[in-house]
């Protein structure tokens, strides 16, 4: 587990390095990293079909599917040193809430890692859009409107290792933000 923690550390350094804007200060806001070019994910997500959000304040990271996302994940994380366990062990899960568009774990997915912060799924374009879901290491909770507001996804549903195939009757295409714990 803490070799996976520490892969998400790494893949947060990479996008951190390889992704920031001229500048370096531009909003990141729903910005991405897609084969070399930043992309807007608010404007929608053109050929990519995975995005990895692993810190909110850097870019995402989008991949044409989500083996591709997968393989730089492993590849990050045999790249990986040792001596980052620690930092990743503390500041993150050692798996991502996937957020599916399709049922049964289809289409667009959205990998999720950064904890303790509500996070609005607009800001990827996202939201309104999750059919299906994985719950990482981390419990989570899914709320029907930005910033936590509005009713919640059953949390009994989504504590660490759930997974859902359909949604609950009434919440397919509703949730608009995230909280990982």
Same mark, same amino acid.
């Given at each position: 587990?803490?070799?996976?923690?520490?892969?998400?550390?790494?893949?947060?350094?990479?996008?951190?390095?390889?992704?920031?804007?001229?500048?370096?200060?531009?909003?990141?806001?729903?910005?991405?990293?897609?084969?070399? *070019?930043?992309?807007?994910?608010?404007?929608?997500?053109?050929?990519?079909?995975? @995005?990895?959000?692993?810190?909110?304040?850097?870019?995402? *990271? @989008?991949? *044409?599917?989500?083996?591709?996302?997968?393989?730089?994940? *492993?590849?990050?994380?045999?790249?990986?040193?040792?001596?980052?366990?620690?930092?990743?062990?503390?500041?993150?899960?050692?798996?991502?809430?996937?957020?599916?568009?399709?049922?049964?774990?289809?289409?667009?997915?959205?990998?999720?890692?950064?904890?303790?912060?509500?996070?609005?799924?607009?800001?990827?374009?996202?939201?309104?859009?999750?059919?299906?879901?994985?719950?990482?290491? @981390?419990?989570?909770?899914?709320?029907?409107?930005?910033?936590?507001?509005?009713?919640?996804?059953?949390?009994?549903?989504?504590?660490?290792?759930?997974?859902?195939?359909?949604?609950?009757?009434?919440?397919?295409?509703?949730?608009?933000?995230?909280?990982?714990?």
């Amino acid at each position: 587990m803490r070799s996976t923690a520490m892969s998400w550390v790494l893949v947060a350094a990479l996008a951190a390095v390889t992704a920031t804007p001229a500048g370096g200060t531009a909003d990141r806001d729903g910005m991405a990293l897609f084969e070399g *070019r930043v992309i807007d994910l608010r404007e929608g997500w053109g050929e990519a079909e995975a @995005c990895l959000v692993t810190d909110t304040n850097e870019l995402a *990271r @989008c991949f *044409r599917s989500e083996q591709e996302l997968l393989s730089a994940i *492993r590849t990050a994380e045999a790249s990986t040193q040792s001596g980052l366990q620690e930092v990743a062990a503390a500041s993150a899960c050692s798996s991502s809430l996937r957020l599916y568009d399709g049922t049964n774990y289809t289409g667009t997915v959205l990998y999720l890692s950064t904890r303790t912060t509500w996070i609005n799924l607009s800001s990827y374009g996202f939201s309104d859009k999750t059919s299906s879901f994985k719950v990482g290491a @981390c419990s989570v909770y899914l709320a029907d409107l930005s910033n936590g507001g509005g009713d919640w996804y059953s949390t009994s549903a989504t504590t660490a290792g759930k997974v859902a195939a359909t949604m609950l009757s009434g919440w397919n295409n509703r949730i608009s933000s995230v909280y990982i714990q």
